[in-house]
């Protein structure tokens, strides 16, 4: 008999990832190309490398789930399939109850489970369905963090109602391409971080109170105690920032 040991290593092995399919990236830090930052409060986080995801799932495919993966660019997990067809490896979103060896198709040849890539034309009204395309031939785009879905309303030949978690309804092409489930890792907002090291990794620094500085920082800096010295909140550049109309549009 095998020892526990050796058990415990087949079981809890780290999933061989897909070199292929992994680039790396530098961190701009929220600096543009003159070294100006333009995005605060970014900066110092843990190197990562970028997964490529195949959001353009159209095209007929046969696959088997090889691993589910931790992707350090977005908050759902992602799986590597293994296609039948080509004898080639990619990435692709992870849906709930997914789990290693679910056989997940794509294309005109795909079904109404989990996992599966259709059109929209084929999705009973009332389903939930996430990674949709906008347009036939085109990635998809809306649906894709993690515990997102949209509901189909209505469905006919040319066009469908789609409502998204944001509550918009959109009408799309029927021909449209969007996987059935919903985007896995659901309960990703409830995580709490514990302590600020765990925000610096994500590449998060700290944000400090415009009262807190000198005059020359901010318009609320400065002043003899804890006084903004200003009526209005503003930002850093003067402008009004809350219980203030800015834009024109409604």
Same mark, same amino acid.
């Given at each position: 008999?095998?020892?526990?040991?050796?058990?415990?290593?087949?079981?809890?092995?780290?999933?061989?990832? *897909?070199?292929?399919?992994?680039?790396?990236?530098?961190?701009?830090?929220?600096?543009?190309?003159?070294?100006? *930052?333009?995005?605060?409060?970014?900066?110092?986080?843990?190197?990562?490398?970028?997964?490529?995801?195949?959001?353009?799932?159209?095209?007929?495919?046969?696959?088997? $789930?090889?691993?589910?993966?931790?992707?350090?660019?977005?908050?759902?997990?992602?799986?590597?399939?293994?296609?039948?067809?080509?004898?080639?490896?990619?990435?692709?979103?992870?849906?709930?109850?997914?789990?290693?060896?679910?056989?997940?198709?794509?294309?005109? *040849?795909?079904?109404?489970?989990?996992?599966?890539?259709?059109?929209? @034309?084929? $999705?009973?009204?009332?389903?939930?369905?996430?990674?949709?395309?906008?347009?036939?031939?085109? !990635?998809?785009?809306?649906?894709?963090?993690?515990?997102?879905?949209?509901?189909?309303?209505?469905?006919?030949?040319?066009?469908?109602?789609?409502?998204?978690?944001?509550?918009?309804?959109?009408?799309?092409?029927?021909?449209?391409?969007?996987? @059935?489930?919903?985007?896995?890792?659901?309960?990703?907002?409830?995580?709490?971080?514990?302590?600020?090291?765990?925000?610096?990794?994500?590449?998060?620094?700290?944000? $400090?109170?415009?009262?807190?500085?000198?005059? @020359?920082?901010?318009? !609320?800096?400065?002043?003899?105690?804890?006084?903004?010295?200003?009526?209005?909140?503003?930002?850093?550049?003067?402008?009004?920032?809350?219980?203030?109309?800015?834009?024109?549009?409604?």
């Amino acid at each position: 008999m095998e020892s526990s040991s050796s058990l415990n290593n087949l079981y809890f092995k780290r999933p061989l990832l *897909i070199k292929k399919k992994i680039v790396g990236l530098k961190n701009k830090s929220g600096k543009n190309n003159t070294g100006r *930052i333009t995005s605060f409060h970014k900066g110092g986080g843990h190197k990562k490398k970028y997964r490529k995801i195949t959001f353009q799932r159209n095209k007929n495919f046969i696959g088997i $789930v090889t691993s589910i993966e931790y992707d350090p660019f977005r908050n759902s997990h992602i799986a590597s399939v293994f296609d039948f067809f080509n004898k080639t490896y990619c990435y692709i979103l992870a849906t709930n109850n997914l789990k290693i060896g679910d056989i997940i198709k794509s294309g005109l *040849i795909s079904d109404i489970k989990s996992g599966h890539s259709t059109q929209i @034309i084929k $999705v009973p009204v009332g389903s939930y369905v996430n990674n949709i395309s906008l347009t036939p031939q085109k !990635h998809a785009q809306i649906s894709r963090s993690a515990g997102t879905f949209s509901t189909i309303l209505e469905v006919n030949n040319k066009f469908s109602k789609v409502k998204f978690c944001s509550g918009k309804q959109k009408i799309i092409s029927s021909s449209c391409f969007c996987t @059935i489930g919903i985007v896995s890792n659901q309960f990703f907002f409830l995580k709490t971080l514990g302590k600020a090291g765990r925000a610096r990794w994500l590449n998060k620094r700290p944000v $400090v109170r415009g009262v807190a500085m000198n005059p @020359i920082d901010h318009p !609320h800096g400065g002043g003899e105690g804890k006084k903004s010295g200003r009526k209005t909140l503003v930002t850093p550049w003067g402008k009004p920032t809350k219980g203030v109309k800015t834009s024109k549009r409604t």
